[in-house]
């Protein structure tokens, strides 16, 4: 989970071009929308597709969305349960 | 003054002509169905609302010319089917323009740039221009969703100006893969076709349709009067870019500024036609502006979009004809596709189309970058002149309080430095150099464009010292965000249309840039971005000085362009020539304000020059007439046009001597160089000096003269920058 988490971390930082902020600053339990990256509701559609992309998890409905991206862990745990390539 | 529709043209998913639409609306029919107007995935079957083959057959129209183009001159030959003569303005809603047709063409990797001279937003106005012969100005509104109406708000403040008689107004959109695939990877399509404000709904259906409207100026009601636009309402969210404010706030300002333009309280209103997209977030903050606006108990209200689908910047003026259609022939559509009204949003849209007496409609269309636009049509027989407002509204000058521009040679005291020096400041600045003045989380989801846009309207802000933040946005870009649309395409062709970027498809829309600068100022006027090809510039202030208000907040005028190793090329002919390639744009803050002096910009002229042998010498007169006088003329000819523009100079030059500069050749070819050239030329004017190297013959400028600005070559365009 932590090389997970890790990796998670690099990948946001490069998808949504977070230049002021470096991966290892990221708590991997705090908020993620709305929180102090000051990410919002396109930043999650870009995350969607980052981990339809690289992890063949598809997430195409709201609910299921607010749950995965509520914080960096959540979205790993929901990677380890549902993505069928092996994490990390 | 009151502004009349004599004429409509409309090819939307219900069929081609107005006279079929009372029927079709009447039964609540739905025409969104499955798209076939391009090979899917089969993973990929969202319904749309397409145009039926049959019905966009035309006889003597070749393929060479794009769908949206084809739609918009099926619709503009009904409009003006039976009118006296050409229209004196084209005013277009158009987001995409030959967007179908150059996907298809970078898909098969061909690189002729004569391919690609339908791609702009711009060619559509221009094209039907050219085949109705109007020569007076060409003006294309590209505001997102709501360009249709913005369009007409622009071509109802033209007629009112008195600078024309008669106006072709409308949007035109056709389906394609940018905007199938962008709304998709936003989760904004209802995999059951639009079901606007049902309980379950979940999003809307990408569309396609052209409509137009022929309006004409006058006191008393024409005899061919189907209706009258009684007034146009215009505001920005500045909230986020691609959300709607969650309470409607910009919604409610929209309506509200409409009903004040017409004079008219919101009881008078009988019928509301809704943007209602469908999607969650519109259907409510919408249903919420209502309340605002109306109270709990407002007039009876539908969407159009369940039936038809969204045909983007079509649909303001699709919906403008639906509105005429129910006063005409009293009643009121159904909010087709709605089975269950969702109780959330507290008031109830029609099920079914019942008949009523329908006097006076509000039509609404909101767009991304938190744009919204309102438009109030009446029955001009059953709204006297004492409701209407219909004054004449004086409009004092522009005045320049501040101003900045981008050039290769850097940002504004850089740039005018090269030119004082006597060099030239062709090139392109580097990314991180147009943005040094913006914070990196600012910034972080803007590639070339946003950043150029968002840079010069807070340097030419600030440069202005002005307390006050700007209040409106008026922008021009011949070719809108290129990076963004670039790698949106790249992204969906290299993975066989799988995955394409959200940021980059609201990034991509032309007034993204426009809608960035809103949100840093909380600027919740009007915003307005005009794309034009060379034009553009020109075209964003002759619409600052038709629609800006007159008062103390300052406004701001800006026009970029950006340039894009692979997409300039293929789109702008003029570049491919230069051996330098160059970017840059220039902005204005500016007050509107009878009693400040000050220099001031003016938009003197704009005429279109295809088969108009009389332009030098209508120009020649609106110049004597104008009752300015000029030290020097900075003229900007596009390398594709040098020929043509040169020929114009010469003529223009013939009767009036005057010491000039070929400008392009300091600033490069870029569709917005003539934005840097009017910062230059305002900078020439506060130092009371032009640099020999710029302008011979001119050592001093003397301090009661201004400097004119000629565009040439398909257009010719003449803009004051006077003292």
Known sequence: MDKLLSELKVKIVKTLNLTDIHPEEIDADARLVGGRMGLDSIDVLELVMMMEKDYAVKIDNKEIGAKVFASLRSMAEYITDHSPVPAG | ?723
Request: glycine fraction near 12%.
């Open chain 2, 1 to 723: 003054m009151r502004i009349f529709i004599c004429g409509t043209g409309i090819i939307s998913p219900a069929g081609s002509g107005t006279e079929i639409l009372p029927d079709f609306l009447r039964k609540g029919t739905c025409a969104i169905g499955p798209l076939r107007l391009f090979p899917l995935s089969p993973e990929n079957r969202l319904p749309v609302g397409e145009i039926s083959a049959e019905d966009t057959v035309d006889s003597g129209l070749e393929t060479e010319i794009p769908r949206t183009h084809r739609l918009a001159e099926t619709a503009a030959r009904q409009a003006v089917k039976n009118a006296s003569g050409p229209p004196d303005a084209v005013v277009l809603g158009v987001t995409t323009g030959g967007m179908l047709r150059t996907e298809e063409l970078l898909k098969q990797g061909i690189s002729d740039p004569d391919t690609f001279c339908c791609h702009g937003t711009g060619t559509v106005a221009r094209y039907l221009a050219d085949l109705l012969g109007c020569k007076g100005p060409v003006l294309t509104v590209s505001t997102a969703c709501s360009s249709g109406a913005a369009a007409i708000k622009i071509a109802l403040e033209m007629l009112r100006s008195g600078q024309a008689r008669r106006v072709l107004a409308g949007g035109a959109d056709s389906l394609c893969r940018l905007t199938y695939y962008g709304f998709k990877s936003l989760q904004l399509i209802d995999p059951r076709g639009a079901r606007p404000l049902d309980r379950s709904r979940r999003g809307m259906s990408v569309g396609e349709a052209a409509a137009m409207l022929l309006l004409e100026a006058g006191e008393n009601i024409p005899g061919n009067a189907l209706g009258e636009i009684m007034g146009g309402g215009l505001s920005c969210d500045a909230y986020h870019p691609s959300s709607p404010h969650p309470e409607g706030k910009g919604a409610q300002r929209a309506m509200e500024n409409a009903l004040r333009d017409a004079g008219i309280s919101p009881s008078g209103i009988d019928y509301i036609n809704l943007h209602g997209t469908g999607t969650p977030d519109n259907d409510l903050a919408e249903a919420r502006a209502i309340v605002r606006v109306f109270g709990k108990h407002p007039p009876p209200f539908s969407s159009l979009k369940g039936a038809m689908g969204h045909s983007l910047a079509a649909s303001g003026a699709v919906e403008a004809i639906a509105s005429l259609i129910c006063i005409r022939e009293s009643f009121i559509p159904a909010n087709t596709g709605c089975g269950d009204a969702d109780p959330a949003l507290e008031i109830r849209p029609l099920l079914h189309s019942v008949p009523a007496d329908i006097r006076v409609v509000l039509s609404n269309s909101f767009g991304f970058g938190g744009n919204n636009a309102a438009l109030v049509i009446g029955n001009p027989q059953k709204c006297g002149p004492e409701t209407v407002s219909g004054k004449k509204k004086s409009s004092p000058p522009l005045r320049i309080k501040g101003y900045s521009c981008i050039s290769g040679a850097g940002t504004g005291e850089e740039t005018y430095g090269q030119i004082f020096t006597g060099k030239e400041c062709r090139g392109t600045l580097p990314l991180a150099e147009i943005s040094r003045n913006l914070p990196p989380g600012t910034v972080r989801r803007m590639k070339r464009l946003p950043r150029m846009a968002l840079s010069l309207a807070v340097s030419a802000w600030k440069n202005s010292g002005l307390p006050l933040q700007p209040d409106s946005i008026f922008m021009g870009t011949g070719w809108g965000p290129l990076s963004e649309t670039h790698d949106f395409l790249t992204q969906l062709f290299e993975t066989d249309e799988k995955f394409c970027s959200p940021t980059d498809f609201i990034a991509s829309v032309h007034n993204a840039p426009a809608g960035h600068i809103a949100i840093y100022f909380g600027a919740e006027g009007a915003n307005i971005t005009l794309t034009g090809g060379d034009y553009s510039f020109e075209q964003a202030l002759l619409s600052a000085h038709l629609t800006a208000e007159e008062g103390e907040k300052p406004f701001l005028l800006i026009a970029a362009d950006e340039h894009h190793e692979k997409l300039s090329p293929l789109f702008d002919r003029s570049c491919i020539s230069d051996t330098v390639p160059s970017d840059g744009g220039g902005a204005f803050c500016l007050q509107r304000s009878g009693q400040d002096a000050g220099i001031s910009i003016f938009p003197l002229f704009f005429q279109n020059a295809a088969d108009n042998p009389e332009i030098i010498s209508s120009l020649s007169s609106t110049l004597k007439n104008s009752g300015s006088e000029f030290a020097a003329v900075m003229a900007g000819i596009p390398a594709a046009f040098r020929q043509k523009g040169e020929k114009q100079l010469g003529d223009f030059l013939k009767e009036w001597p005057l010491p000039f500069a070929d400008y392009r050749k300091f600033t490069g070819e870029f569709a917005s160089a003539s934005a840097v050239a009017a910062v230059l030329a305002a900078d020439f004017m506060q130092k009371g000096r032009i640099p020999p190297a710029f302008i011979k013959g001119l050592p001093e400028l003397p301090g009661d003269k201004g400097i004119l600005l000629l565009g040439l070559g398909q257009f010719i365009t003449a803009v004051g920058i006077l003292p």
